[in-house]
């Protein structure tokens, strides 16, 4: 008997506003096809009175799992069943998960950034100057710490957020942590061996702004990544690669919190260098 076709998809996506600047659909959907997974991604615009109802569709509809994107990483909490260990320590959720009939709340901002930066450096024991105590921030912060970083120095132009960052590294990770007000050009310290960009400046179309930071402080050797995808070598990358130092740009962290979502997904492990080629073809690297 032949067998009987299939036509349900498995139904994934994300839910942000603005969602038609998010090229994660362009990666994801490019790993489905070529891992022959029955899957779609959908890119949702999603209000932020309207999450709850955003929410409560995707239950209705067993969809196998979700992104949030701004500004839902926190709201979304309030319409889940669960919230993963290190997701709770960072305070938000980028990626919903249904295990069994529970919506589980994980984050892997922080996670695809460390898998990234384990394929250029050994984050452990290093001293990290971090730029920004936004949302992806706070999920480096502490991932990176987790992973064995040794230092946060935190570097924000708001005292107060920078000051809670600073505050929850010390408390609820092994890394030592101190802040900086950042107000004005940046000099890096000696002894740091890691510096991160996870602020917006830089990212399309706003690709001439610039990153406070005095790049002549940047020594040969130390690793300078930076978290805009769009576009991925950022004025501040070029700057650090004419210093000589190691670059990471913002595609490794897509690609691999992307990585980590279709496998809470799908349970396949999908190949992250189908997923990187799909947004250079897009982005023209």
Known sequence: MPETPNFLSLITGSFASPAAENPTVVMIEAAYRHHGVNARYVNCEVAPDALGDAVRGARAMRWAGFNCSIPHKVAVLAHLDGIAESAEIIGAVNCVVRRDDALIGENTDGLGFVHALQTV????????????????????????????????????????????????????????????????????????????????VGLFPDIKAYLAVDTSSLRPGTVVADVIPNPPRTAFLRDAASRRCVTLDGLGMLVNQGVIGIRHWTGIDPDPAVMRAALEDLFGS
Do not use: C, K
């Open 121 to 200: 450096a050994d984050p452990r024991e290093r001293e990290m100057v971090l730029f920004g105590a936004g949302g992806a921030a706070r999920a480096i912060a502490v991932e990176t710490a987790r992973a064995g970083v040794a230092s946060i120095n935190v570097v924000n132009r708001d005292v107060g957020r920078g000051e809670e960052l600073r505050a929850l590294i010390e408390e609820r990770t092994s890394a030592a942590a101190t802040f900086t007000a950042w107000d004005g050009p940046y000099q890096v310290p000696d002894g740091v061996t890691l510096v991160v960009n996870a602020t917006s």
